[in-house]
C-alpha cells in the first residue's frame, strides 16, 4: 500500500468535492497540520524585506530541438523540466524538476491557489524546484525542511499569450489522464512576470497531500494574462479520468483553498509606499534585532525602555494583566522541557531561509514561524489533556528559545515571554522597570487595536503531528508523483 497509490485513490479531480481535501488529514497528518499552503497573501502579514534580491533564473529559455514531456497526471497539466534549469539568490541552488497549473471551471472563471487580499486569480503556475545542493532528487528532497522552493505565477484572462501557446496547442494530446506528449523547447522564461524582483516569499507547504511543509513559497507580485480561449483550454479540454472509462470527469476545480496563515510573516521584497494604512510594514533588519537581543542580556535596561523596544512586540499577542508580573523564576523540570525539543524541532519544523544571524546565541539551527508552532504545540496538549507541569516547562525553557531564533531571522515578532525569560538574569530593577514600561505600553496598543485582537482571538490552530508522522516520511519509490518530473514516473 505505497503512497503514491494512496494518494491516487485520496486526491480527486476537484480539490472541492466532499471527498477531497476536508478529509485529507485523516490519511497525511500534515495535511491538517502548521505551515499549510496556499493563503491569503493579505496587508496585515505583509513585512518589507530589503534584503530580498531579485530572483535569478538560469538556462529557462530552452532550445526547440529539445523535447519535453507535456502531460496529464489525472489533476494537473504537468510539463517536465530539465535539470540544467536552476535559479539563484536563496541561501542553496534549487534545480528545476517540473511546472503545472491550478485553475478554476468555464463557468467559475476563478482557479488560483493563493490569493491577494481575498481576490483569486484564474488560474496559477507553479515552477517547482529541489535544493540539489544538499539532496540528489526530488523524492529525497521533498520531505525536507528545505528541500523544495516554488515559484508561484498568478494568471488572469486578459490578452493572448503566446508563451503559454507554445504548449496549448498540443492540449488536446492529453485529454485523457496519463496521456503524454513530446512538446518542443521554448523559453520557460517567457512564462513568467517581466519583473522578478517583486514577490511575496513564506514557509509553507505542497497544496496536495502528503501536504509536507517543505516549500519555500516565491510568489510574484505581478500576474500575467492568458486569453479566453487559451484559459478555456485548460478549463474544458481535459478529463481526470481515463480514456477508457465509460464516464469522463472533467478536469478543473483543482485547487486548495486557502489554509490559516498562523500567524506567519510574509516577506515581501518591494515597498508600496510610506508606512502607514496601505503601506507595508518593515522588518527589523537580522543585524537590529541581534543587537537588541544583546542590550536585553547585558545592556542598559533602562535606556532600552527609553528607546520604544515596545514598538517591536505583537500588540495583542498575549492577554496582560496591570501591575502584575509573572514569576519568572518558576522554572518546572528542566530535563522534561528539554526532552521535548527533539519533538517540537523535526526536520519539517526548521523553516526558514537562513541561520547566519543567530551567532552566539544559542546552537545553528534553522528558526521557524514560532507563534505558528506555540498555538499548535498546545492545541495537541489540550487535546491530549497533558499535565500542566509539561505546559509550563515548555512555555518556560523551549519556547522562549525557539522564538528567539524565530525573531532573529524575522520570521515572528517578539514575545513579552522572552523578554521576561532573557531579563531573569538581570537586576530586579532595571528588569522591573523594562516590564512595566513594555507592559505599560502594551497595553495602552491593545486599547487601540482591538480588532487585530479580535482576529488573533478568531483563530483556529491546526495541530502538527510529527510523533505519527515524521517516521514514515521516506517510502519505496517516489512518495509524490505530482511533483515529479514525468519521465521518472515511468
Known amino acids: 500500500f505505497s503512497l503514491s497509490l494512496c494518494m491516487c485513490k485520496q486526491l480527486p479531480a476537484s480539490h472541492s468535492r466532499p471527498e477531497g481535501e476536508h478529509h485529507w488529514s485523516k490519511h497525511y497528518p500534515y495535511c491538517g497540520g502548521a505551515f499549510q499552503s496556499p493563503i491569503d497573501i493579505k496587508s496585515d502579514l505583509l513585512r518589507f524585506d530589503p534584503t530580498l534580491r531579485p530572483i535569478e533564473v538560469h538556462n529557462y529559455n530552452l532550445s526547440p530541438n529539445e523535447q519535453l514531456t507535456l502531460g496529464n497526471n489525472g489533476h494537473s497539466v504537468q510539463i517536465s523540466l530539465p535539470s540544467r534549469m536552476h535559479m539563484t539568490g536563496l541561501p542553496s541552488r534549487y534545480t528545476a524538476a517540473q511546472l503545472h497549473f491550478h485553475w478554476g471551471s468555464s463557468s467559475r472563471p476563478a482557479g488560483s491557489e493563493h490569493t491577494v487580499n481575498s481576490r483569486q486569480y484564474a488560474a496559477e503556475m507553479h515552477v517547482v524546484h529541489y535544493n540539489s545542493d544538499k539532496y540528489p532528487n526530488m523524492s529525497m528532497a521533498v520531505d525536507k525542511s528545505d528541500g523544495l522552493a516554488v515559484l508561484g505565477v498568478l494568471i488572469e484572462v486578459g490578452e493572448f499569450n503566446p508563451a503559454y ?44 497531500p502528503p501536504c509536507y511543509p517543505s516549500v519555500l513559497w516565491t510568489l510574484f507580485r505581478n500576474h500575467v494574462t492568458i486569453s479566453r480561449k487559451q484559459f478555456l483550454s485548460l478549463a474544458t479540454a481535459l478529463y481526470s479520468s481515463h480514456v477508457q472509462d465509460s464516464a469522463p470527469v472533467p478536469l478543473n476545480g483543482n485547487y486548495r483553498k486557502p489554509q490559516l496563515a498562523d500567524s506567519r510573516v510574509v516577506l515581501v521584497s518591494f515597498k508600496e509606499g510610506k508606512y502607514g494604512l496601505h503601506g507595508t510594514l518593515t522588518v527589523t533588519s537580522p543585524f537590529t534585532r541581534k543587537h537588541i537581543v544583546q542590550q536585553l542580556m547585558v545592556g542598559d535596561l533602562a535606556d532600552l525602555a527609553d528607546e520604544g523596544l515596545y514598538q517591536l512586540l505583537p500588540s495583542g499577542s498575549e492577554t496582560l494583566h496591570a501591575g502584575k508580573k509573572k514569576n519568572l523564576k518558576n522554572q518546572q523540570s528542566e530535563t522534561l522541557a528539554k526532552s ?32 505558528s508552532l506555540e498555538h499548535s504545540v498546545f492545541h495537541q496538549l489540550r487535546q491530549s489533556h497533558t499535565e500542566n507541569q509539561l505546559v ?4 518556560n525553557a523551549v519556547f522562549p528559545q525557539l522564538n528567539l531564533k524565530s525573531y532573529l531571522d524575522c520570521r515572528s515578532d517578539l514575545a513579552l515571554a522572552t523578554v521576561r525569560h532573557i531579563l531573569r538574569g538581570r537586576p530586579t530593577d532595571e528588569a522591573v522597570e523594562l516590564d512595566h514600561s513594555l507592559t ?39 512518495p509524490h508523483p505530482w511533483l515529479l518530473p514525468m519521465e521518472w514516473e515511468d
Open 440 to 478: 505599560k505600553a502594551l497595553m495602552k496598543q491593545r486599547k487601540t487595536s482591538t480588532s487585530m485582537n479580535q482576529n488573533v482571538a478568531k483563530t483556529n490552530y491546526g495541530a502538527l503531528s510529527p510523533a505519527t508522522a515524521s517516521r514514515k516520511l521516506h517510502t519505496q519509490g517516489y
Open 165 to 208: 501557446e507554445k504548449f496549448l496547442k498540443f492540449i488536446n494530446g492529453i485529454k485523457y489522464r496519463d496521456q503524454k506528449v513530446q512538446v518542443p523547447g521554448f523559453n520557460v522564461r517567457a512564462l513568467l512576470p517581466s519583473r522578478l524582483d517583486e514577490y511575496y516569499r513564506y514557509d509553507g507547504s505542497l497544496t496536495t
Open 340 to 371: 521535548q525539543q527533539q519533538m517540537l524541532n523535526p526536520s519539517l519544523l526548521k523553516k526558514s531561509q537562513t541561520n547566519r544571524y543567530v551567532g552566539k546565541l544559542g546552537p545553528a539551527e534553522d528558526p521557524l514561524c514560532y507563534v
Open 392 to 395: 509550563r516547562s515548555l512555555r
